[in-house]
């Protein structure tokens, strides 16, 4: 069964620097997304994408944030001058269609600040 | 202020019984709704999607919607073990690419 693939599984990084996650959604998915979950806290919504555009945003995904589509099949989310708030699992997602698709979701990106 | 309401739990259920979870939504315009089950420390996973009012079954998973009183609900029956989780109800406002608003979960333990 096809599935969504993020790298790394676990990212330690200094307050203040960037960061990169890498997803690959789903082959002939055409949404994606990304998610972070502050431990012990509820799956957020960060922003979705597109046709090599952001679709949606929420409140979380600032200046600090952004994606992009750098090949046919990568999906990436920077973050730059990390915070110690930015601790979290990333999670990417994708789906075929629009809001009524299921999303499906990687395994996650534990990122950590120190 | 899109919200998803689910009581937190834990719920407790002796194995072989019906588990029921529950969650409300404030939105009206809400459309399409999910139940995801996530494992500590391991990803959301779709256990079921349901668009209309009234059930949805799939295998011992049963759905529930009801729109009318903005309400969604997960019976799981002959409940086992591998069952214990925490289970996340999410909803779709519009028929858009918008993001799913997620509830905070409801932790089902199963007692052997």
């Known amino acids: 069964e096809p599935e969504v693939t993020q790298t790394p599984s676990h990212q330690v990084t200094q307050m203040g620097q960037e960061v990169i996650l890498r997803c690959v959604p789903i082959s002939n998915h055409l949404y994606f997304y990304w998610y972070r979950q502050i431990l012990g806290q509820k799956v957020e919504f960060l922003v979705s994408f597109y046709n090599n555009e952001i679709s949606e945003k929420s409140e979380i995904f600032d200046d600090q944030f952004s994606v992009e589509r750098p090949d046919g099949s990568n999906f990436t989310l920077k973050i730059r001058s990390t915070k110690l708030e930015d601790s979290a699992m990333y999670f990417c997602?994708?789906?075929?269609?629009?809001?009524?698709?299921?999303?499906?979701f990687g395994n996650g990106t534990r990122l950590t600040v120190t | 202020q899109k919200e998803v309401e689910q009581n937190s739990g834990p719920l407790s259920v002796p194995e072989g019984a019906i588990a029921s979870l529950n969650c409300t939504y404030s939105d009206r315009g809400s459309q399409s709704f999910f139940w995801y089950r996530q494992y500590s420390g391991k990803s959301p996973e779709l256990i079921m999607s349901i668009y209309s009012n009234g059930d949805k079954e799939d295998g011992r998973f049963t759905a529930q919607l009801n729109k009318a009183s903005q309400y969604v609900s997960l019976l799981i029956r002959d409940s086992q073990p591998s069952d214990s989780a925490t289970y996340l109800c999410?909803?779709?406002?519009?028929?858009?690419?918008?993001?799913?608003?997620f509830g905070k979960g409801t932790h089902l333990i199963i007692q052997p």
């Open positions: 997602a994708s789906s075929y269609g629009t809001g009524g698709s299921p999303l499906h």
């Open positions: 999410a909803v779709n406002l519009r028929g858009g690419a918008d993001g799913l608003t």
